[in-house]
């Protein structure tokens, strides 16, 4: 049969997956019949909307009001409740920036904010508050972001990142490389995304492709918190991402009610080896308005870190570290 004209003009499946993300907070209460959850918040999805793709909220559990997957999108009104040491720009990046798009704060490697977009949106996130329309690269069509790493030659790893870079459509993440290409200095490629967990309808064959033939070894960094965030199509997006030739890591990122217990620490870490993922970071939380009720105290992250040392092989043991304002690199606790 031949397909009408109009199938044929269908965007990739991923496109669609991603527009038909959950954005009203009540859809998400009741598609998981928690209608009537008091602490959820209109005033503080106002301030930074909900988004969550259908996939993932398929994977929480119905009834839960304290689901580890759903805690991390749901607004709440303590969201909106000043808390000293939380502040708009957490991570001096605003200051960082330079106007076009590259964060250049560690040696060697350059972080580009290729997009402010993210399939999910996570109530923890330290870019809640970024100016993203006037500091992304993309705004610029990636001119000025390239000419501050070509102008700088000790730049030899360029970090995708964002929002989520793989939420640029894979023919501008084609165009982005065939111009970093040109840049002799650039040795490796980064991708920070939490897209393969929460969309990995994304991970296409014409990602793949593209992955595929990159001239630089690739690291993939996604970004999962809890072991629940993995199923079997998450599984299979790690693995085709792997056999794509990238190597494959976690950050996490340590949320109060979420993954601060020694079992989902070390189910998490766990569960993503079983996806080919190793654990990376263990992030304390950067400290942005909105996000203190995630905060777990620096002694409680440390102690649930050694206990985790004494439980896990070595090579399932995050770093735990913490993002400080001008220093040299993260920072271990
Ligand atoms: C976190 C971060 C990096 C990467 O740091 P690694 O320790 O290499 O993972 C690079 N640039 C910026 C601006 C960062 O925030
Ligand atoms: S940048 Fe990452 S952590 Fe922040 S909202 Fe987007 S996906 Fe979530």
Redesign the pocket.
């Known amino acids: 049969m031949i397909p009408a004209a109009s199938a044929l003009l269908q965007p990739p499946g991923w496109q669609h997956a991603w527009r038909d993300a959950i954005r009203e907070p009540q859809e998400l209460l009741s598609v998981l019949g928690l209608e009537g959850l008091v602490d959820a918040s209109a005033a503080a999805a106002a301030s930074f909307p909900l988004r969550v793709p259908r996939g993932f909220a398929a994977r929480m559990r119905r009834g839960d009001p304290h689901d580890p997957l759903l805690r991390q999108v749901l607004p709440l009104d303590e969201e909106l409740r000043p808390v000293p040491g939380f502040s708009l720009d957490a ?1 001096g990046d605003t200051g ?1 920036l330079a106007g076009h798009g590259v ?1 250049h ?2 040696q060697g ?3 580009l904010v290729a997009t402010g977009s993210c399939a999910v949106h996570c109530r923890y996130c330290f870019r809640r508050h970024f100016p993203y329309a006037e500091q992304t690269a993309a705004a610029g069509h990636w001119a000025a972001a390239l000419d501050a790493i070509r102008a700088d030659p000790s730049i030899h790893e360029v ?1 995708l990142s964002g929002g989520d870079p793989l939420s640029l459509a894979t023919p501008r993440l084609q165009a982005l490389t065939v111009a970093l290409a040109r840049i002799g200095h650039v040795r490796r490629l980064r991708i920070h995304t939490r897209l393969p967990v929460v969309l990995p309808e994304r991970i296409d064959d014409a990602l793949l492709d593209w992955l595929g033939a990159l001239p630089w070894p690739v690291a993939v960094v996604v970004h999962a918190n809890h072991a629940r965030e993995f199923d079997a199509s998450v599984d299979a997006a790690m693995a085709r991402l792997r056999a794509a030739g990238a190597t494959l890591l976690n950050q996490a990122v340590l949320l109060r009610g979420v993954n601060d217990s020694l079992q989902a620490q070390a189910d998490l870490h766990e569960r993503s080896f079983a996806a080919g993922v190793l654990p990376y ?1 263990l992030h304390q939380l950067d400290r942005v308005a909105g996000a203190a009720h995630f905060e777990v105290p620096d002694e409680q992250a440390r102690l649930l870190h050694e206990r985790l040392r004494a439980r896990l092989p070595g090579y399932l043991l995050p770093r735990l570290v913490r ?1 400080v304002a001008g220093d040299a ?2 920072r271990p606790l």
């Open positions: 991570v960082a964060l704060k560690y490697r350059a972080l970090i970071y993002e690199s993260k």
